[in-house]
């Protein structure tokens, strides 16, 4: 009897594939929190778009999650899908060319550009939607990026729709080199346009926006929104201590420092963002109404408190 407990260990029953101990727990199942580290139930974080319900952490959002997050049901229509990058310089690098890296994104990602843009409508309220898709080569802006959101701009002038932008981008896509940096020019120049329409173009920043991106159409709205505790800036904060040789404040390049130090208008939690932008749709509609053509950006009293009751608010 002693002789048959001794033998056990050598003949445990061999584990069915699901009960394997490196496969019990399935890789999408459950997500780790990167700032409290509770683990959530995938679809549970799904259904709280996204935030988590522990330390309200926002985790990245793709572009059609994001769309689909915001816009009233089946209100959003596409945009200029057929137009996609080129490789005006015939980019190549260590990890390949361009053009099969664009191939390998976009089978990947199901998508053709980093901009995703459209018309939509939020409570009712028609507007056009340009969203950046981090996922999308850092939703790097290259030249078709700036293309899709000039043609956007240009319909919202035409159309007297608002605009409204989210941006999370590693900033100009270096594959195109000077052709990308081209875009923020391009892209400010057509924003200009649409201030001096008085069609007002409110932007949205979610984690990180960095680069040519902050440094261009997504800071010249007439309203910038941000997601707490999303990082924002130009150059990263490593390169700004390497450089300046100075130790850099606490909590630099978060949104709730841009707040406070008067680069966003508004933080805004995820759960909030549709009914914020409805609020803010609804101050500019008479502006949008009437269609005053008055040069300089749009200013409404209204606004203006609403936006500084917000901030006081936190
Ligand atoms: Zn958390």
Partial sequence: MRDFFHRRGAFRPRLADDQQPDQAIPEDLWTKCPRCHELQYTKELER????????????????????????????????????????????????GSYLDKLARTEAKSGETEALLTGRAAIEGRPLALAVCDFDFMGASMGSVFGEKLVRTAERCAELGLPLLTVSASGGARMHEGLFSLMQMAKTVAALARLGRARVPHFSLLVDPCYGGVTASYATVADVILAEPGALIGFAGPRVIEQITKQKLPEGFQTAEFLLEHGMV??????????????????????????????????????LVAVVESGAAGG
């Fill in 48 to 95: 709280n778009a996204r935030v988590c319900p522990k330390c309200s952490y926002h985790f990245r959002l793709s572009a059609r999650a994001r769309v689909g997050l915001l816009a009233d049901p089946d209100s959003f229509v596409e945009w200029d899908p057929e137009v996609r990058p080129e490789d005006p310089l015939r980019f190549v690098d260590g990890s």
């Fill in 265 to 302: 208008d508004l933080i805004v939690e995820r759960g909030a963002l549709r009914a914020g932008l409805a609020t803010l749709l609804a101050h500019y509609a008479p502006a949008v109404e009437q269609q005053v053509p008055l040069n300089g950006h749009l200013h409404e009293p209204a």
